[in-house]
């Protein structure tokens, strides 16, 4: 039994934390935050930043699980994970009971994959990646570090995307198209071509709007 902590606790923490309590192998302490949020789940505040890194110190094989969701196109989780990279913590790729997961697909560490979607043969996905509810990740996709697909989201085959996207809910990526680093692709957008810089993309056909 692996002894869990939850790092934030808004909601996209609780979904993490619901996935969490249905996986075997688990235990959830709490969760780690700048303030207490209260129960998150039922489950409790245990202190911040700097309590956790200590904690972490003092627990060896402990695993953290990022349950921060999209703020600052996936920076602060990816400082979470340096910082406490040093701690000698775990960080398990989550996957939801509830996923379908391709014996051919690959995620990285600190990866989760919400209820719902469904990843493809030789799909990809590297350190940090949120597959968020329901969405649906073609053959042959690449998912770059700290890349957060929304909920509903369709990504086709061949698809790549790159480093700290962002790809909103219900929003399409038709197949081959490329995604630059830190871009944001609107909820509900189409792309159907690929995208030469980074930006902000929107609408059907997506084009950039900032």
């Excluded at 303030?35 to 700097?50: F, S």
């Excluded at 957008?189 to 059907?204: H, K, L, N, Q, W």
Aim: net charge neutral; glycine share 14%; charged share 15%.
């Amino acid at each position: 039994m692996h002894d869990v902590v939850i790092v934030g606790g808004g909601g996209h923490a609780k979904v993490v934390a619901s996935v969490l309590s249905s996986l075997p192998g688990y235990r959830i302490l709490g969760y780690s935050d700048l303030e207490d949020r209260g129960l998150l789940r039922g489950d409790p505040y245990l202190g911040n930043d700097e309590w956790l890194a200590n904690f972490a110190r003092k627990s060896p094989g402990l695993h953290l699980v990022i349950g921060v969701g999209q703020v600052g196109l996936g920076m602060k989780r990816s400082e979470l994970w340096r910082t406490f990279q040093t701690c000698g913590v775990c960080f398990p790729t989550i996957v939801s009971l509830h996923a379908t997961m391709s014996r051919e697909a690959r995620c990285g560490e600190a990866c989760t994959v919400m209820s719902g979607a469904v990843v493809n043969p030789d799909a990809a996905a590297g350190t940090g990646v949120i597959i968020n509810t329901n969405c649906t990740i073609e053959h042959d996709v690449i998912l770059h570090d700290w890349v957060h697909v929304a909920s509903g989201a369709t990504v086709c085959g061949g698809v790549e995307v790159g480093t700290y996207s962002m790809i909103g809910a219900g929003a399409t990526l038709i197949e081959g198209v490329k995604v630059p680093p830190c871009s944001i692709i609107g909820a509900g957008a189409t792309v159907i071509r690929s995208i030469a810089e980074p930006g902000v993309y929107a609408g059907s056909p997506a084009r950039r709007i900032r």
